[in-house]
């Protein structure tokens, strides 16, 4: 397992997540995404860690909080030492009832910063991000909390998490002025089925030097290529629970060259999907999760898979997104200008 630095930081993570939003769920939509207890969680935290991975990513909101006790749990049954792992959670959703159990403000963040150290039984978060854009809360609140965990030690940096383009550069220029803790990453939705993020935020991210960390490489499953052909199959992600949403017209003719290229390899759909987001230069890790432990060792082999120019070219002429203004526009004039 490669190791990437986490934006401009001095931290190295694994090119792979394990991401533990399968554990905990009972009912409703947590447990439709899963209902892993701590045996099969402490079977996967193990299976990672001896893949090489070394991070782990969670949320407070993750079934109500049993997401982080359950991580928290099994690196403590593991026994893994608390200098070999950086840990990952987040924060914004609503936590209860009432205006103030949710959102980016000063009162919230720092008091549910504290819940999650409490859950996960550690006395610092490594990575601590905004789970969403808080319209009611000014960005400089939720900037000046953050920083003060990391001043108190509580947290070691801060990350967002599907922000737009235009609010995480309002957000770095407001730590550069303020002299905040900078952000050192974004986590958002970017696949080979969904590469909306390479309007706007891939250069943002690039130019402002901010990891990307990817969320749901697979697209909810659909580039396993298991939903071929119009399949719904019983019990699946994608069937039980349609998000991210997915423009299956566009997608079908990508999982056919998807998979023509995994035949190639010798190599799984998935694995192809992960190893063609490794290969993009904003990235820093890829999140994936499972519910069983075969599943996460098929995924963890996509970082072993080496993709060559024409199997990119290939991906990528597939996936492409349509033009639209102004990168016609610019694209014109940069001709223009050779």
């Not at 099969?40 to 090489?52: C, F, I, Q, Y």
């Amino acid at each position: 397992m490669r190791l990437r630095k986490l934006g401009s930081s001095g931290l190295f993570v694994s090119e792979l997540c394990f991401g533990a939003m399968t554990f905990g769920g009972t009912d409703g939509l947590w447990g439709q995404v899963g209902k892993l207890g701590q045996e099969d969680a402490d079977a996967l935290v193990g299976a990672a860690l001896d893949a090489g991975v070394n991070l782990f990513d969670t949320a407070n909101v993750y079934a109500h909080g049993r997401s982080e006790e359950i991580l928290g749990r099994s690196l403590k049954n593991i026994g893994v030492a608390r200098d070999d792992v950086i840990v990952a959670t987040k924060v914004a959703s609503s936590m209860g009832e009432g205006p103030n159990r949710g959102g980016a403000s000063r009162r919230h963040i720092l008091s549910e910063c504290h819940a999650s150290l409490r859950r996960l039984a550690l006395d610092h978060i490594d990575l601590y991000q905004v789970h969403a854009f808080d319209p009611a809360t000014p960005i400089e609140e939720t900037l000046e909390a953050l920083d003060t965990l990391v001043r108190a030690g509580d947290v070691r940096y801060i990350g967002l998490s599907n922000w737009a383009a235009w609010q995480i550069m309002k957000a770095i220029g407001i730590t550069g002025a303020r002299n905040l803790a900078p952000i050192t990453s974004l986590q958002a939705y970017y696949t080979l089925v969904g590469r909306d993020a390479e309007r706007e935020i891939v250069p943002l991210l690039t130019a402002e030097q901010v990891g990307m960390m990817v969320w749901s490489p697979l697209a909810g499953g659909y580039l396993s290529g298991k939903y071929a052909d119009g399949g719904n199959l019983e019990g699946a992600r994608q069937t039980e629970l349609d998000f991210p949403p997915i423009d299956r017209v566009r997608g079908a003719p990508l999982v056919g060259v998807l998979k023509q290229v995994a035949v190639k390899h010798g190599r799984r759909a998935a694995q192809i999907a992960i190893a063609w987001l490794l290969k993009q230069p904003v990235v820093s890790t890829v999140i994936i999760g499972a519910k069983r432990v075969e599943q996460l060792h098929e995924n963890l082999q996509a970082a072993e898979v080496e993709l060559d120019p024409d199997d990119m070219r290939r991906l990528g002429a597939a996936s492409r997104l349509p033009i639209e203004y102004p990168g016609w526009l610019l694209n014109r004039t940069a001709e223009q200008d050779m």
